[in-house]
């Protein structure tokens, strides 16, 4: 997946049958599914693969617990059944992880025991591990900085973990590896329309160069997440909201907060919100928030009211209470929520179900959905896009599609860092060897060598240090002040490989830095 190459795909072709606006988990989902089943396919991403709320999630690929308490068994069935379908066709991004809910009541244990032993029974054949209920004592011995006063029970359940933008990267990978053109930095800034009012196409500039393309086809797809009302403007007579963002965010902490290999769920907050402290690539991700905000940014900042509550409740549940300064990294994401029928409803109770709008001018526009279920998502637009434009029906393949970089038969080694390339892992190392110099560290911390800043580049089609930093090396989400430090050995090898000048490299650094404050509380950001 090198940008020359997909450059020259796009040249050859001047017919697509299916354009798809947006590089998040749904638009490269269907990428993957679209072009698997053999029609030609490109893909449109304005930024980076993964940029907006596709790199901001969690960490989670699960039923949701949440869901079970509210009732809602058809999402909670499809999301644990492609939960293991994810495991199976990504097994060296998505690892089965441990929880436990800590409770104070006397109550909790019963209740939550209960409640899981059905999640355990809708996951069925694809189940990762059978939920127990845990003594007072079994807690601590297995989350030694629990806060003992009050607590009663635990008890632990399975789900998935996994890293989201290192799987965008995949996705974009086996989509291109089946056919498709899968284009970053690539903005759709126009419609095309017939004389019946119908898409045939889109206009999109290059990002790199500023050139402009009209790319035809028989159907276009809006994957564009919380930026789809953007994209709606370009194709409505009268305007009209689709959907409603609303921010979440996640404090990130040094190991010692949580040590150890499971994670903790804390299933009623304060405000009746979820809690997780999830162990992440060697670090404690806590979250999240879910807060109303008016406009979609394409770089959302935590408010302080956000970074407060999550800090105020890690503290009641954490015997080392964390502060405002052992935050290494916040990060905020924007879901992008169907745009609710009454006024009243609160973010809560919006659906967090998919849905399928299919326009006047035959635009295809997917909206909500969640990571878990972008395959299934994924297998509904292509088909709702063969039965809208009368495309040949070809059958979904991708239930059981290996992704790119996926171990078949093999275990992921998850205490190596290499273990998010799979089997391209071996190719990193073989660099390394041919070209010595790319052994060196990116920081003395972490392991991120430069020959990763190399792969990414030459086959992940990483343009600037955010994609490096952010998407393809996840520094700046674990720690944004060492990323911020090894900015400039980024920029200058992405200059060498690319063959960019003293100006880029200036100018990418300034980018990179005010992108990596946002990472990091008020406080703490560099002026």
């Known amino acids: 997946m090198n940008r020359n190459n997909q450059l020259e795909k796009l040249k050859k072709n001047q017919n697509w049958d299916i354009i798809i606006i947006g590089g998040g988990a749904n638009g490269l989902g269907a990428a993957v599914d679209a072009s698997s089943r053999g029609f030609k396919t490109i893909v449109l991403e304005a930024v980076d693969f993964a940029k907006g709320t596709s790199s901001r999630s969690t960490k ?96 632990l359940y399975h789900d998935g973990q996994f890293d989201d933008s290192r799987l965008a990267v995949n996705l974009a990978q086996t ?123 394409i770089e959302p900042i935590a408010l302080e009211e956000e970074i407060e509550f999550v800090l105020e409740t890690a503290k009641k549940y954490l015997t080392k209470k964390p502060t405002r300064a052992d935050v290494l990294s916040v990060f905020a994401g924007l879901r992008p929520l169907a745009a609710p029928e009454n006024k009243g409803q609160s973010t ?46 070809l059958k979904c393949k991708t239930k059981y599609l290996s992704i790119h970089g996926n171990k078949k038969n093999s275990s992921a080694d998850f205490e190596n860092h290499l273990f998010v ?42 343009a600037t240090v955010e994609d490096v930093l952010a998407r393809r090396v996840r520094l700046l989400f674990l720690d944004a002040r060492a990323a911020i430090t090894c900015a400039d050995k980024v920029a200058r090898l992405l200059a060498k490989e690319l063959k960019h000048d003293e100006i880029w490299v200036q100018n990418q650094l300034v980018d990179f830095k005010t992108v990596a404050n946002g990472f990091l509380l008020k406080e703490f950001r560099l002026k």
């Not at 849905?355 to 006047?360: A, D, Y």
């Not at 920081?443 to 992940?460: G, S």
């Open 421 to 462: 390339y799979g089997t391209d892992s071996k190719s990193i190392l073989e660099l390394q060897e041919n070209e010595p110099e790319l052994k060196e560290k990116l920081h003395p911390n972490y392991d991120y060598t430069l020959a990763e800043v190399a792969w990414a580049v030459r086959k992940e089609m990483a």
């Open 348 to 393: 809560k109770e919006v659906s967090r179900s998919h849905k399928i709008i299919v326009s006047e001018t035959g635009l295809i526009t997917i909206t909500g959905g969640k990571w878990t279920t972008y395959r299934k998502i994924a297998e509904d637009i292509i088909d709702k896009t063969i039965e809208t434009h009368q495309l040949p029906k």
């Open 60 to 155: 989670l690929v699960h039923g949701g617990v949440r869901y079970l308490e509210q009732g809602n068994i058809p999402l909670v069935i499809e999301a644990l059944k492609e939960r293991g379908l994810m495991e199976r066709n990504a097994g060296h991004l998505v690892k089965n992880e441990s929880f436990i809910i800590p409770n104070y009541n006397w109550w909790g244990g019963y209740f939550y025991t209960f409640g899981l032993k059905l999640y355990d029974l809708l996951s069925g054949r694809l189940s990762l591990g059978s939920s127990k209920y845990l003594s007072k004592e079994k807690t601590i011995k297995l989350i030694s900085s629990i806060e003992p006063t009050g607590l009663q029970s635990g008890v």
């Open 175 to 297: 989509a291109a590896d089946n056919g498709a053109c899968v284009l970053n930095h690539f903005k759709v800034t126009q419609l095309i329309k017939n004389n019946q009012n119908k898409i045939t196409g889109v206009i999109a500039v290059d990002q790199e160069t500023q050139e402009e393309h009209s790319i035809l086809s028989k159907a276009v797809i809006n994957a564009t997440g919380v930026f789809t009302n953007a994209i709606m403007k370009m194709n409505d007579t009268v305007y009209k909201k689709y959907i409603v963002p609303s921010q979440g965010i996640h404090l990130v902490f040094d190991k010692s907060f949580l040590p150890g290999e499971h994670a903790l769920m804390i299933p009623k907050t304060n405000d009746g919100r979820v809690l997780f402290a999830v162990p992440w690539h060697d670090k404690i991700v806590i979250g999240t928030t879910d807060t109303l905000v008016k406009k979609s940014d």
